[in-house]
Structure formats: structure tokens, C-alpha cells
């Protein structure tokens, strides 16, 4: 086997470990997955997923993403992420692991882009918010069935059909990068291959999210004085290994840029435990090919068992310590308060709602489209929404 390895020298890994799987396990850029709903004559240079990544960075949903939050919301920092910066850091993950695996890039980079494109405004407060007012009418919330939505039918922008018209390719990986879901349940995505597993491109999207958010959460709660970081290298082993290396390496550097420097190896260290664990999972199974992995029990990306606590230990200090915090638990209260106020006026009075929805209702019932609607506005535009709205009460 040919192709990268790692040096060994920063991972703590033994040096020479083969990278690069056999080419039988990447996604083929001729094959059925790259079969479209709509059939469309090839490109002359670009591949078909080279094409779905053009077509979801041109789309208005993506450019949303830019007025959502992340964690923070724009009153902390200009500097902090966005969920549109969220999803450059996965993209830019995604590619360089499935590059260095010898996985399709394009295709991983077209999954990153894409894999947050059907989260509401306010991140996760906004939706739990919209979560729980759909419960009242028995439905929920799903942002990977309303990131199908959004690029099947909300986006419109061809003349010859609805929705991006996105490959099978990466419709499935939008599904099912992050969880199964069983037929008997959602009879509707039947064309998803609901009891094989998703390619390794769509398996390494979930995880490259958590390497990308774990390190930058970090990053910006510290920044914003939420995190402090003496607790955080009590309590953080996964970042203090790294931090007291680098401060025995730097020791007169500035505790910041010593802070950046672990950051950036602590992410290096999930990146390559990811690629090393993967391969040794593969090289357990016997699969052989992307047959072998879709076939497979179990997904095969994954971290270490020893990555994995330790990542899971940083998680829960960030759910505690900074999710969690009393100072971004008033952000959390006010997004919950203007989704709960607007789903709940809206669905009471759907005549303030935009003009031409009717159909819509008509099929789909008024608490589906209201959430919707409201799970595509950013940030700044519901809240615009709910002044006007309070205004006129
Ligand atoms: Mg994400």
C-alpha cells in the first residue's frame, strides 16, 4: 500500500502507518451515486460531486448560515464563529482526512458544506424551541430531514426542476451522516439504502464536526472570558497534554498564542486518531471494498477508545462550563421566548404569514410549514419578526 503516513513525531504514534486505503472504498465519481433525480448531461470538467459542491455554496440556504449562530450570537464577537465559519472549519477537515484516507474529497467536502444547512437560527436553543412547539401538534424537529427539504424543494433556482437536484451520493450522506434511521419509521427515504451503512465519506462528516466544534469552542469561550483557562487545564486533559508541552516549548510565549499552539495539535491529534482508528477498524472487519463497508454491522469511522473518552470528557467540561453557562443561558432564554412567541402566532393566524403558502398548508398542515418557515431565518431576521410582531400586539 502506497501513499501518506504518518511521521509519528507529533501524534505519538509509531511512525510509518499507512494512510491511504485501496481506491475500491472511495466513492467513484462515474458511479451510482452520482445518479440525479433529474438526469443531466455530464459536465465537461467537473465531476458530479465537484458540481453538488458548487451548487450548495450558491445556494441561498448556505448563505444563511452566515446570519445563524453557532454558540455565540453576533453581540459577544465579530470574531467568533458563525455556523457559516462552523462549516468551513468541517469542510476543510472533512477534505484533508478523506484526502489523506484516499476517500473522494469532493464528495466529503460537498457533505460538510452541506451537513448544517437545516439547522433553525440560535443553534441548538432554537432548536430544542421549535422541537418542543411541534411536539404539541405530534411532530418534531429533524435538521438532517429538513436539510433534505431545503435542497429538494425549498431551493429553487433551475429552470427544469425543483430543488438543487443534488446527487444520490450526497443526498444520502445528508440523511444519514449522523444517525440511522429505520424504513418502518420513515418509509419516505427508501432510496437511501436505510439498512447499509453510509460510505466513509458521509461517516467521517460527523466526526470531523466534532473535532471542528471541540477545538472552537474552546478557542472562542475562552476568548470570551466564559471559559477560564486554569479550570480549563485542570479539568481538560485532552487540551492540558498538549498546553504543557507547549508551554515547555514556548516559555516566554504569551499564554494565548502557548493556548493556540495546544489547540492546534489537540486538533491534530482527533484528525489522526480518526484516520488510525478507521483503518484499524477496516483492517478488522475484512471489508475490502466499499461493498465491505456498507455491508459492515457498524459504522467504521471512529475514534480510539482512549480519544474517545477523552473527547467525551471535553465535551461534557464545554456542556457545563460554557453551553450550559448562566451567561449564555440568557441568550438561550430569549431565542427560546421569540420562537415560541412567533410559531405560536403564526400558527393561530396563518394569514401573517408570507403570501402563497396556502398549498403548502393545505398538503403539509399549518405547524409543519410555520417550522419551515422559521428554521430558515437567521438570526437577525427573527428577531426582526418578532418586533414587528410585538408591536402590533
Ligand atoms: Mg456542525
Redesign the pocket.
Known sequence: MTGAALTGAEEGREPGVALTLPVAFAVSNDGPLTGRAYAEPPHSYRSAFQRDRARIIHSRAFRRLAGKTQVFTDRYSDHFRS?LT??ME?AQIARTIAGAMGLNEDLAEALALV??IG?PPFGHAGESALNEALAAHGLSFDHNLHALRIVEYFEHRYAAFRGLNLTLGVREGIVKHSRDYSLAAHPELSEYFLDLRPPLEAQLIDLA?EI??TTADFDDGLESGILQLSHVRAYVPLLERFYSAMEQAHSSAPPKLIFNEALKRMLNAMASDLILETRRRIGVSGAVDLEGVREAPNRMAAFSAEMEAMRLQAKRYLHDHLYNSEELSRDHDQATKVVRDLFGAWVADPALLPAGLEPAIESEGIARIVADYIAGMTDNFILAQHRVWIESQ
Request: glycine letters at 0%; hydrophobic letters at 20%; zero cysteines.
Open positions: 455556523r462552523h462549516t468541517v451537513h448544517d439547522h464536526d471542528a466544534y
